[in-house]
């Protein structure tokens, strides 16, 4: 199956990114691009959801699966297949904007064209809505081209790793499962070893491969949750006293607790009740 959407590439835009293609392939053994350099002057971001192919980079092929993708700059050279035997279903779109290289470089895409996404169902809604609004109104709705667009980009860079990083192990792809758990069991005591078992992994390997996969500690993970939960809980329970939003959220002692939240939310969690409480709405 192919499903595509070709647009034209519109010149002297004020949108920061704007489709050129959107598609997706599914059960198709013959897929096989090859461009020469200086073939494609946009950029170029494929995604895979099941199956398998390959990409030839520097004398070297890479099988793909699901969940790796890959990201060409404009005018680089690009070669790229699916398996024969086991067809990837792959999901892509091309894109342009006049400011998009330099924000990628800025962010470390230009490194190398073969990533992992540690969350790649994040893609398919954003993608999805992008190739039906192509499909049904073609450039009719600029603004909207441009957001959605944007969003596959968003998620993409939020959740790609080096897909070299990821290869051999699927201790990255447990991590990242357990990160729902996690939130959700934010609030009790923290126990790294605990959260290593679960994973697979000694608790110094956890650290490291968590902060691979969120660019944090896993301490500092459970801050940020406990501190949502916090304010959850100050807005919801206004009656509640901070001491026992602090020990709800898992911190036993206020002045800590008020000390952490000073330092994410720059102020006190009484002074963010009041500041709330003013507002008409919280959305």
């Not at 020469?36 to 959801?49: K, P």
């Not at 192919?53 to 890479?62: A, C, D, K, R």
Request: net charge positive; aromatic share 14%.
């Amino acid at each position: 199956m192919l499903r595509q959407s070709l647009l034209p590439t519109l010149t002297d835009v004020s949108f920061f990114c704007l489709p050129e293609s959107v598609g997706w392939y599914r059960d198709w053994p013959d897929h096989n691009v090859t461009r020469s350099e200086g073939a494609l002057n946009n950029f170029s971001l494929h995604f895979v959801t099941d199956g398998k192919g390959f990409v030839e980079l520097n004398g070297e092929v890479y099988t793909l699966q699901k969940g790796d993708a890959f990201l060409y700059f404009p005018l680089q050279a690009q070669r790229y297949y699916s398996s024969k035997d086991d067809p990837w279903n792959i999901r892509w779109v091309h894109f342009y904007g006049p400011t998009v290289k330099e924000f990628l470089i800025q962010h470390g895409f230009h490194r190398s064209p073969l990533w992992t996404l540690k969350r790649w169902e994040s893609l398919v809604e954003p993608h999805h809505l992008l190739l039906e609004e192509a499909e049904r109104y073609k450039i009719l709705h600029l603004p909207r081209l441009s957001t959605l667009t944007y969003g596959i980009l968003a998620h993409f860079m939020n959740e790609a790793i080096p897909l070299t990083a990821n290869k051999g192990s699927g201790s990255t792809e447990r991590i990242a499962k357990l990160l729902p758990r996690m939130q959700e069991e934010a609030c009790r005591p923290f126990l790294l070893d605990e959260w290593a078992r679960l994973a697979g992994v000694t608790p110094y390997y956890f650290c490291k491969l968590f902060r691979k996969v969120t660019q944090m500690t896993p301490l500092e993970f459970i801050t940020l949750c406990r501190l949502q939960a916090a304010k959850q809980l100050l807005l919801e329970y206004p009656q509640l006293p901070v001491n026992r939003v602090a020990a709800m959220a898992g911190y036993p002692s206020v002045s800590y607790f008020n000390k952490r939240f000073m330092e994410q939310e720059g102020m006190t969690p009484s002074e963010f009740r009041k500041l709330r409480e003013k507002e008409p709405g919280i959305g």
